[in-house]
C-alpha cells in the first residue's frame, strides 16, 4: 500500500524558537505556529478558527530559524507529520504528540524595524531547505539579458 506524509504550512510564530544542541552537536530548533482560518456559518456570521502545530527544525534549519525569526513573524514550512510517544513520568501514562519535523522553511515578510545583518532585505522572502541551502530571488536588472556563466546553478 502506498503512502504519502506530506505537510504544508503557512502562519505567524507564537513564541521565539528555541534552540539546542544535541551531545553530538547537531542543532534542534522548536517553535510553535498559529493557522488560522475564516469560514462563514450557515446564518452569515463569519468566524475565525485558529489552529496551534508545533514544529521542529534540524541542523542548519534549526540554526537559521533561530537566528531569523521571532514571536509574531510569518513563515512558510514543508515538512512530514511525526508522532512521538514517552512515558509521563508523574502519571506513569504513555503519551503521545503529532508534531511537524520542518525539512523546508521560506521566511516571510519584511526585516523588522531596526534589525541588523541577520535580518532579511526588506520585502524580499528567503527559502531554505534542510540541507541548509538559501536561496533569494534575483535580483531585478532592466539591461541583463541572459545569466553570466557564474550565476547558473549547475
Do not use: H
Not at 488560522?36 to 485558529?50: A, L
Amino acid at each position: 500500500m502506498a503512502s504519502f506524509n506530506k505537510v504544508i504550512l503557512l502562519g505567524n510564530l507564537t513564541r521565539d524558537p528555541e534552540v539546542r544542541y544535541t551531545p553530538k552537536g547537531s542543532a534542534v530548533c522548536d517553535l510553535g505556529i498559529a493557522v488560522n482560518r475564516v469560514y462563514t456559518t450557515d446564518s452569515g456570521e463569519k468566524r475565525e478558527e485558529v489552529t496551534y502545530v508545533d514544529v521542529v527544525l534540524w541542523a542548519r534549519l534549526a540554526e537559521i530559524a533561530g537566528e531569523y525569526l521571532k514571536k509574531g513573524r510569518p513563515v512558510f514550512i514543508e515538512g512530514r507529520l511525526q508522532m512521538d510517544t514517552w512515558d509521563d513520568k508523574q502519571s506513569g501514562q504513555k503519551r503521545t504528540k503529532l508534531r511537524v519535523v520542518g525539512e523546508s522553511m521560506q521566511l516571510l515578510g519584511s526585516r523588522p524595524v531596526g534589525g541588523g545583518a541577520a535580518a532579511e532585505t526588506a520585502g524580499e522572502d528567503r527559502q531554505t531547505t534542510a540541507g541548509g541551502k538559501a536561496s533569494t530571488p534575483p535580483p531585478k536588472s532592466a539591461g541583463q539579458t541572459e545569466p553570466d556563466e557564474d550565476e547558473i546553478p549547475f
